[in-house]
């Protein structure tokens, strides 16, 4: 017994002894982990050969891992930290912040889910993070609002009801909420980050770069700090800078598929093809299911892929385990493909299913746009404008270029922005905003007081919000032109409120032919919204409600609205040119001819396009899809026939 007992106690000594070495070589390597991080990893690494699967030790060679750029390894290691440990706040939020800079969205948003639900004790708040991770959002928003209702200082919940309506969609409430939580807690650098994102997802992109500046501030080095400031910097127009950001972060960073598309974006942007081609080929060399970069070398247009891109597209789309949104990418980029090789129908079958995936996640009703367009018309009556003389801001400076996306805007903008006296900026989401917020929609299925409620504005608030308008958007005014371009084409919807708060404003209907412009846009993946392009009914729809609304305008207002036809500009760009810059009350200049030589950034999808001069290539490529086009014809009735005049029953 006493030999036992002995032996026991010398049992005992060595396990304590051995605990004492693992807590010891567990703080060396947690204060190595500051000043050398491959030393942490490597000190990590021998604590968990002889303490498999050690809390803290996964924890700090997570962290050194990342630390180093080798973000799969540190996903990795977090992965087991937190199968180990399911509760560990910190190791969720880590390995959501190491998916995201590898592109995995879905997963990203599932740690960080699971990571609010680990940061919460409270049994009320327990249950609505797991209703959050569950993606059950209506219960996650309802046990919130009754939470904070009792508890209305509790940042933990804020943040959490925030997340719920970022996911819903609902971002003015997300960031509303985010603001309130750094009110109350300005050290909370969690909270700080959701509202850098919300504010960017706004194009709030001044304000982001305030968020970003702070997020940096407290780690410089924090990649996904770094990418999203890079990105605000190209939203603000600053191209230059944010190649410089991302360069320096993918030199430190290197395996980031997410990183590397955004360099290659920005890279496009500025005209150098090439660079961006070789980045988005890196993308897709560290994530080959990444479907964005592959439609991103098909979105340059002028790009021809290679046959063992075809197959490699086509391996990735037989997988099973293949996320949605790569998924809709890749058919859209494979039918691109298919459709340079004349392969015209494997190409309809590849654009007809990216479609079908994509649209009922947008919820779009093509019978809203048209109820928009009958109450547009109610309200903005020749009786309308005749009353509201003198009201709004009288400055001249914002050149709106509207219609549908794929009818030409882009070249048009190439060509003002080709004149001294104007300056291109981006398609801008600012006077969509305004008037969404004098909706007060805050949900889908609300009723919106828009346009009706511009009947009760007065000439001083029409003054004010023609001036905000030019504030919001004059960061994006580099040169100092006296006019500026905004080419957002779903302002057509918006073209009354235009003419009420900046009546000297110059309105430009870019129009195609409705059978090209509509194909030409089911053939386009959209980066977000434009919910009518991904059905042939649904834009053909679109396309007759937008040439209605514009038709009544031309009758209300005649003369407010010049009209630019694609097919006319390809036939004679000289004369549409110089009756193009006779209505925007500009000099001609040679310049304009070769639009082409224009070195400026361009943000669309036609950016390589409208660096060759006019050519006529495109202007007949829907026929070589005309067999499967019946259902747009249908859709657009009388006003295929009537083209490029407007139907009687329209005009």
């Known amino acids: 017994m006493l030999c036992e007992s002995i032996g026991q106690r ?132 309802r046990l919130l609002r009754d939470f904070l209702r009792a508890n209305p ?221 009958r109450r547009a018309k109610e309200t903005f009556t020749r009786e309308f404008f005749a009353a509201r003389g003198g009201y709004g801001c009288l400055a001249p400076d914002p050149i709106f270029i509207v219609g549908l996306t794929r009818a030409g805007s882009t070249l048009i903008e190439q060509i003002l922005s080709s004149h001294s006296q104007v300056e291109g900026t981006m398609e801008l989401s600012d006077i969509a905003a305004m008037a969404r917020r004098l909706g007060g929609r805050k949900k889908k299925k609300d009723a919106s007081a828009y346009p009706e409620c511009l009947k009760s504005l007065s000439a001083s608030e029409c003054a004010a919000l023609g001036e905000e308008y030019l504030a919001r958007t004059r960061v994006q005014r580099k040169r100092g032109a006296p006019y500026f371009v905004d080419k957002m084409p779903a302002n057509w919807a918006h073209a009354g409120f235009i003419k009420l708060i900046l009546p000297k404003a110059k309105i430009i209907d870019a129009r195609r032919h409705p059978l090209g412009c509509c194909f030409s846009n089911f053939k386009q993946h959209f980066a977000r919204g434009q919910g009518h392009t991904y059905s042939l009914s649904d834009l053909g729809r679109y396309y007759a409600d937008y040439v209605g609304l514009m038709a009544h305008f031309d009758r209300v207002v005649p003369g407010a609205v010049h009209r630019v036809f694609y097919e006319r500009m390809i036939g004679d760009p000289e004369g549409e040119i110089r009756a193009l810059l006779d209505y925007c009350g500009l000099a001609f200049e040679p310049a304009c001819l070769s639009f082409h030589e224009n070195e400026r950034a361009v943000r669309t999808a036609s950016s390589e396009q409208v660096r060759r001069p006019i050519y006529a290539d495109s202007v007949e490529q829907w026929r070589n899809f005309e067999p499967w086009l019946s259902e747009l014809k249908d859709a657009l009735g009388p006003v295929l026939d009537a083209y490029p005049d407007v139907p009687p029953q329209l005009g």
């Not at 109350?184 to 706004?202: C, D, G, M, T």
């Open 10 to 141: 010398a049992d005992l000594s060595s396990v304590q002894e051995k605990a004492g070495s693992v807590a010891s070589a567990l703080a060396h390597a947690g204060r190595l982990l500051a000043r050398d991080p491959a030393l942490a990893a490597e000190q990590a690494g021998e604590i968990l050969r002889v303490v498999p699967d050690e809390p803290q030790g996964l924890l700090i060679l997570g962290s050194a891992l990342g630390a180093l750029g080798r973000t799969k390894e540190a996903a990795a290691a977090l992965k087991r930290l937190v199968q180990r440990q399911p509760k560990h706040p910190q190791a969720w939020r880590m390995l959501g912040d190491a998916l995201s800079l590898l592109g995995h969205a879905a997963a990203a948003d599932q740690a960080y889910a699971r990571h609010l639900q680990a940061s919460v004790n409270d049994p009320r708040l327990l249950e609505a993070a797991a209703a959050l991770c569950d993606g059950k959002l209506a219960i996650a928003e």
């Open 153 to 373: 200082t509790d940042i933990a919940a804020i943040r959490m009801l925030a997340e719920t309506g970022a996911r819903l969609g609902r971002y003015e409430d997300a960031e509303a909420l985010l603001a309130r939580a750094l009110e109350l807690a300005p050290s909370f650098i969690e909270a700080r980050h959701n509202y850098a994102v919300v504010l960017y997802k706004q194009n709030k992109t001044e304000a982001a770069l305030l968020q970003t500046t702070q997020l940096l501030k407290h780690d410089a080095r924090n990649p996904g700090y770094r990418a999203l400031h890079a990105a605000a910097l190209g939203n603000v127009g600053e191209y230059g800078k944010a190649i410089a950001a991302y360069e320096a972060l993918l030199k430190e960073f290197p395996d980031q598929p997410k990183a590397w598309l955004s360099y290659g974006h920005a890279l496009k942007t500025l005209g150098r093809s090439a660079d961006g081609i070789a980045a988005y080929r890196r993308a897709i060399t560290l994530l080959p299911s990444f479907g964005d970069a592959y439609w991103s070398l098909a979105n340059l247009k002028t790009f021809r892929f290679e046959l063992a891109d075809l197959d490699a597209m086509r391996a990735q789309l037989a997988r099973d385990d293949l996320a949605p949104e790569d998924r809709v990418h890749l058919h859209f980029a494979l039918g691109k493909a298919l459709e340079d090789a004349r392969d015209y129908t494997g190409a309809f079958a590849e654009y007809e299913k990216g479609n079908a995936i994509r649209r009922p996640l947008l919820g779009y009703e093509a019978s809203d746009t048209t109820e928009h367009v």
